[in-house]
């Protein structure tokens, strides 16, 4: 299909684990990727980008993967928090026009 | 700290009712966009600006319309509310940096509910 999917609608784990979020996209002429993390009550923030010319870059506690051969993503928060609690969306740039296709979200719950 | 600000966070009509969205960016932002986010579905966008009174249909525009008569403001208009469009709307900009798709700053979004 025409759409970023994510792999599980829930992931749980506990504090202190390290959560790996797995996203796969469709379009192989995309060409830039984001992560937003969404909190109850607020609008997606942005967590971390990639463009397709990179495999890994990484931010405070958190690592974008890009896999192209098989048009994978995924984020890596390491030593998750509670405050890590909430719904994150991969997105990507279609075909390069501007336009974020995002996915579906999966719920990150962190348990104590 | 940079903002885009969404006039209503909750609202609640009536079918046949005409209503408008109102979203207003601090940023000097050249792009602005409506989403409408749904349990299962994710963030399907409705319709895009790149410029002051200009508009780009999104992947489902249907029932909706858009204005944008100042940089900084992108109102979203339902002519004829139904209720398949309860749903949340998320307002966005970015800056255009001419090389594809930027990094899109949200609101904290609309609900809307229609009876």
């Known amino acids: 299909g025409e759409s970023v999917g994510l792999h599980l609608p829930t992931l749980s784990v506990q504090e202190g684990d390290n959560s790996i979020i797995n996203c796969a996209y469709s379009?192989?002429?995309?060409?830039?990727f984001i992560w937003y993390k969404q909190e109850s009550g607020k609008g997606p923030q942005f967590i971390i980008d990639?463009?397709?010319?990179?495999d890994k870059r990484q931010g405070q506690r958190v690592t974008v993967l890009l896999n192209k051969t098989v048009k994978h993503l995924s984020l890596q928060i390491a030593a998750t928090q509670p405050g890590d609690s909430a719904v994150y969306f991969c997105?990507?740039?279609?075909?390069?026009?501007?336009?974020?296709?995002f996915g579906q979200g999966t719920t990150l719950q962190v348990k104590p | 700290d940079v903002k885009v600000t969404q006039s209503s966070r909750y609202l609640v009509k009536r079918t046949g009712e005409k209503v408008f969205l109102e979203c207003v960016q601090d940023?000097?932002?050249?792009?602005m966009f409506w989403y409408r986010q749904d349990p299962g579905l994710g963030l399907r966008l409705i319709y895009f600006?790149?410029?002051?009174?200009?508009?780009e249909k999104g992947d489902i525009p249907e029932g909706y319309s858009v204005s944008r008569e100042k940089k900084e403001r992108f109102s979203l208009i339902l002519e004829s509310a139904s209720t398949n469009q309860t749903s949340m709307y998320l307002c966005?900009?970015?800056?255009?940096?001419?090389?594809?798709?930027?990094?899109?700053?949200f609101g904290a979004g609309s609900r809307l509910t229609v009876l």
């Open positions: 966005a900009s970015s800056f255009d940096g001419g090389s594809g798709a930027n990094v899109l700053t």
């Open positions: 379009n192989s002429a995309s060409d830039y």
């Open positions: 990639i463009r397709s010319n990179m």
């Open positions: 997105a990507e740039n279609w075909s390069n026009t501007g336009k974020l296709i």
């Open positions: 940023m000097d932002h050249e792009n």
């Open positions: 600006s790149y410029d002051v009174k200009m508009k």
